[in-house]
C-alpha cells in the first residue's frame, strides 16, 4: 500500500508556472505507474498527465501538451508536475495517483489504485 501527499498548489496569474508535488510513502515507488488528474467544480475528473515506473515514458492530455511536464524521481519517492504558461481553464484540484498494475501508465482513473488528497491550483485572469 502507498499513502500520496500532493502540495505545490496554489493561486497564479494567467501565464506563470507552479510545481506541484506528490511524495508517496512505502519503499516500492518504482513499481508504480503515476498519474496526475484534476477536477474542476461541475466537472468530472480529467487526466492531465501520466509517467511509468521506470519515469522514462510520459503521456499528457491534449490541453497540457507543450505546457505541463510530468516527472518522476524514485530515490525520492516524488513526481512532480511542473505546469506553465497557465490558463484560467486550468483552475481545479489536481490529484496524483498511483498505478500498480499498468507499467506505462493509463489515463483512465479507474486504472488507479492509490490517489492523494488534491491540492487546489487557481489560475486568475
Known amino acids: 500500500q502507498v499513502q500520496l501527499v500532493e502540495s505545490g498548489g496554489g493561486l497564479v496569474q494567467a501565464g506563470g508556472s507552479l510545481r506541484l508535488s506528490c511524495s508517496a510513502s512505502g519503499r516500492t515507488f518504482s513499481s508504480y505507474a503515476m498519474g496526475w488528474f484534476r477536477q474542476a467544480p461541475g466537472k468530472e475528473r480529467e487526466f492531465v498527465a501520466s509517467i511509468s515506473r521506470s519515469g522514462v515514458a510520459t503521456g499528457y492530455a491534449n490541453s497540457v501538451t507543450g505546457r505541463f511536464t510530468i516527472s518522476k524521481d524514485n530515490a525520492k519517492n516524488t513526481v512532480y508536475l511542473q505546469m506553465n504558461s497557465l490558463k484560467p481553464e486550468d483552475t481545479a484540484v489536481y490529484y496524483c495517483?498511483?498505478?500498480?498494475?499498468?507499467?506505462?501508465?493509463?489515463?483512465?482513473?479507474?486504472?488507479?489504485?492509490?490517489w492523494g488528497q488534491g491540492t487546489q491550483v487557481t489560475v486568475s485572469s
Open positions: 495517483a498511483a498505478d500498480a498494475d499498468t507499467r506505462y501508465g493509463s489515463a483512465r482513473p479507474n486504472d488507479y489504485d492509490y
